[in-house]
Each structure stands twice: as structure tokens, then as C-alpha cells.
């Protein structure tokens, strides 16, 4: 399966593509999740990454397509892959068509997932995210046993810096104008399934199995 998840920030991708790529035991690339890690290990990639992430604006796609390009070319992609958050503006899009093509692979489906303006920014927020095993909780529809420690792995939650009420603003802004244009490409090659992001986890994530298998 060769899946991408598709909406704006706060929708649920992160904490779907986990579940489904455990399940289909295929790796979970999140572009997000390998910048903030290389922010975290001062590594060039991530100097480079951290002003555009700090402020809520994309990161340049040339570094973005780099990034992507090494990792499908890892051995565990073979068995494909659910792309989290990649791509986010048409030339990502159109670099992904190019290195799948290279590979002679295809896309199977795009979700897209569907959530209102209001709850995003509720969600995003009052999001709390672990920076060492990248979990995520919310203050109060989804708090973790012992305030601020991640039930997963016991480090300190932290507020992302872009998870702020005015960078949250920015981002949704940046999502509408840069990525939400890909979803007529998709609808075009008729790969995209709608999937309602609000509601119960386990009834999304059984929404998502719908709509990729069918
Ligand atoms: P996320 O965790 O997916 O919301 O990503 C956090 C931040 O990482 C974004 O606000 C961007 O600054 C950067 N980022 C993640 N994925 C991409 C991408 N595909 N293209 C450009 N920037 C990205």
C-alpha cells in the first residue's frame, strides 16, 4: 500500500498513519516528525529547517523532495509506505510523481481528511506533544495519566512552538493556499477518499480502512 494522508495541520493524520502503519506494518514518513528530530539533533538539516517551522511557514521544497527522496529509497519502503504531511504544494506533488515513477510505483489513494477551521485550532492548541517519542495528548479531551508525562515513554510534554494560537492561524493559512490545491489533482486521478475527521479515533480510523481498501 502506497497511501498519502492529506489535510490541515491538527486533522489527525499523525495519530492515524501510526495506527494504519503499524497494522499494514509499513513505515510511517512524516516529514514534520524527521524535521523536528533533526532540529532537535542540530544537525545542518535542521538549522536550516527551524526558522520556517518557528513561524508556521513551509520549509523550501527542494530540502522537503531531498528528504523524501532518501527516505523511500530506504529498504523498508519496498513494502510501501503512508506519507504523512508530504506532499504540501504542487512542486512536492509533482516530485513525488517523479520519484515514484523512477521506482515504477504509483499511489494507491490519498486521504484526505476532512475537519472544520474551530476544531483545528482547538485541537492544536491545547495539543501537548512528547518530544522524544513524538506522542501527542490534548489538555482536555485527551490528558495524559500524570499532568504533563507522556504515558508512552515518561519525558516531559512540551507545547510545540507552532502549536501557538497566532502560528496556528499562519499555518492553516498556509495549508489553504499551498496544499489544499492538491486535492483536485487528486480527485483528477481518481485516487482521493474523503474521510471525517471529527468524531471517535477508532471509528476515523476504521472510516480510513474503508476508504483505502475500497
Ligand atoms: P507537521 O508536524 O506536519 O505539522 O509539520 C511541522 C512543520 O514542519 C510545518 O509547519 C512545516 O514548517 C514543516 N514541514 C513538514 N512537512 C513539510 C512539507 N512537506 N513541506 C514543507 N514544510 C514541511
Do not use: W
Request: aromatic letters at 4%.
Amino acid at each position: 500500500m502506497r497511501l498519502v494522508f492529506l489535510g490541515p495541520p491538527g486533522a489527525g493524520k499523525g495519530t492515524q498513519a501510526r495506527e494504519l502503519a503499524r497494522e499494514l506494518n509499513v513505515p510511517q514518513v512524516a516529514t514534520g516528525d524527521m524535521l523536528r528530530e533533526a532540529v532537535a539533533n542540530g544537525t545542518p538539516l535542521g538549522r536550516e529547517a527551524k526558522a520556517y517551522m518557528d513561524r508556521g511557514a513551509l520549509v523550501p521544497d527542494d530540502v522537503i523532495v531531498r528528504l523524501i527522496a532518501e527516505r523511500l529509497a530506504q529498504p523498508d519502503a519496498k513494502r510501501g509506505f503512508i506519507l504523512d504531511g508530504f506532499p504540501r504544494t504542487i512542486p512536492q506533488a509533482d516530485a513525488l510523481e517523479r520519484l515514484l515513477g523512477d521506482l515504477g510505483v504509483s499511489l494507491d489513494r490519498v486521504v484526505y481528511f476532512d475537519v472544520s477551521d474551530a476544531e483545528l485550532v482547538r485541537r492544536l492548541t491545547g495539543r501537548r506533544s512528547c518530544p522524544k517519542c513524538q506522542s501527542t495528548f490534548h489538555v482536555t479531551s485527551n490528558p495524559p495519566k500524570h499532568e504533563n508525562v507522556c504515558d508512552r515513554c515518561g519525558s516531559t510534554l512540551v507545547q510545540r512552538e507552532d502549536d501557538r494560537e497566532a502560528t496556528v492561524r499562519k499555518r492553516l493559512q498556509v495549508y489553504a493556499e499551498q496544499t489544499s490545491p492538491l486535492l483536485d489533482r487528486y480527485k483528477k486521478r481518481g485516487v482521493l477518499r474523503t474521510v471525517a475527521g471529527e468524531g471517535k479515533i477508532e471509528t476515523i480510523h476504521g472510516d480510513i480502512k474503508k476508504a483505502v481498501n475500497g
